[in-house]
């Protein structure tokens, strides 16, 4: 990762808790990452890893219970003015899981793709409110005729294809991808994978990619953070963490994935992770930087392991 790659968004410490303040539930227990612009940046995890409530938390859908969520270098997260409410409204977008559930199925297209517009600084024309929801449709495949028509009338793929239009419109710099295509057919998940790297390129995007999905995201991530129970267990390049994984979670979550390739397979069924392997009773954990862009979870004696794992590895 070049040195001269600017911060974009800069997550510090970030706690997200649920229920009462006397019985709270920790689902995000002090997770730190930075995501540089145009990159794909993405967060991997079993379900209720805490993956999608981070996602959540940076669009200001959930709030913070501490920590600092920095954006283009102004602080996000807690209270903030209305003026810099809309900018973060405007300039960070979100591609949700499921495209039925995030349409509203009694308005048309039209409507769906533009109500961003609606709450927008700029006050725009009837005119130009049609002419911003013909071009995104264009922009994502789909006929521009297709703004009349309901939600229901379309297939998985296309209503999804609705979905990132609607972010698109607003023309964003930062989008949050939260499990985009593992609601599709698997048949029409690489069209959608290809359309969001084509409109990366386009429009200088950057995105942060949130699956559990580690095929996939290999295809279209730039840096992978692995997530478990609320903390990051590992941080690194694609390729770093497939070839080369460090932390038993990521090693299980690895042997899981199919690997065509030679370099990456791993022998025997797929691992089971044991938090029992740890130590932390005596030997507290923390979160470093193991070399150069590699971040991992770990004491001191598993950090002295990890480091002789590096250097057998070359």
């Given at each position: 990762m070049s040195e001269e790659r600017k911060i974009l968004l800069s997550v510090r410490d970030m706690k997200v808790d649920f229920?009462?303040?006397?019985k709270p539930f920790h689902a995000v227990k002090g997770v730190s990452f930075d995501i540089y612009r145009g990159e794909t940046f993405g967060l991997v995890g079993e379900s209720g890893s805490g993956k999608t409530t981070i996602g959540r938390a940076i669009i200001r859908i959930y709030e913070t219970a501490g920590g600092e969520v920095i954006f283009d270098g102004q602080k996000i997260n807690g209270k903030i003015s209305k003026e810099l409410d809309r900018q973060v409204t405007r300039k960070i977008q979100m591609i949700f899981?499921?495209?039925?559930?995030?349409?509203?199925?009694?308005?048309k297209v039209d409507y769906i793709v533009s109500e961003g517009l609606y709450n927008s600084d700029r006050k725009f024309t009837k005119e130009e409110r049609a002419e911003k929801v013909r071009r995104a449709l264009l922009d994502v495949g789909l006929l521009p005729e297709f703004a009349s028509r309901f939600p229901h009338e379309f297939s998985g793929g296309q209503r999804q294809r609705i979905g990132i239009a609607r972010a698109l419109i607003m023309e964003p710099e930062f989008i949050v991808a939260d499990e985009p295509i593992s609601a599709l057919d698997v048949s029409i998940r690489a069209q959608v994978l290809n359309l969001l790297s084509e409109l990366q390129k386009e429009r200088g995007l950057t995105y942060l990619f949130i699956s559990h999905d580690l095929s996939v995201m290999r295809f279209i991530c730039d840096r992978i953070a692995v997530i478990h129970k609320g903390l990051l267990m590992e941080l690194g390049e694609t390729e770093l963490l497939f070839r080369h994984p460090l932390h038993p979670y990521t090693k299980a979550l690895l042997s899981a994935v199919p690997m065509p390739s030679p370099d990456c397979r791993t022998e025997g069924p797929p691992l089971i992770y044991d938090e029992s392997v740890h130590d932390y009773a005596t030997d507290k954990p923390f979160w470093a930087e193991i070399e150069p862009g590699h971040f991992v979870r770990a004491n001191q004696k598993e950090w002295a392991a990890y480091q002789e794992e590096l250097k057998k590895n070359g």
């Open positions: 229920g009462s303040r006397r899981q499921d495209p039925m559930a995030s349409l509203n199925e009694r308005a």
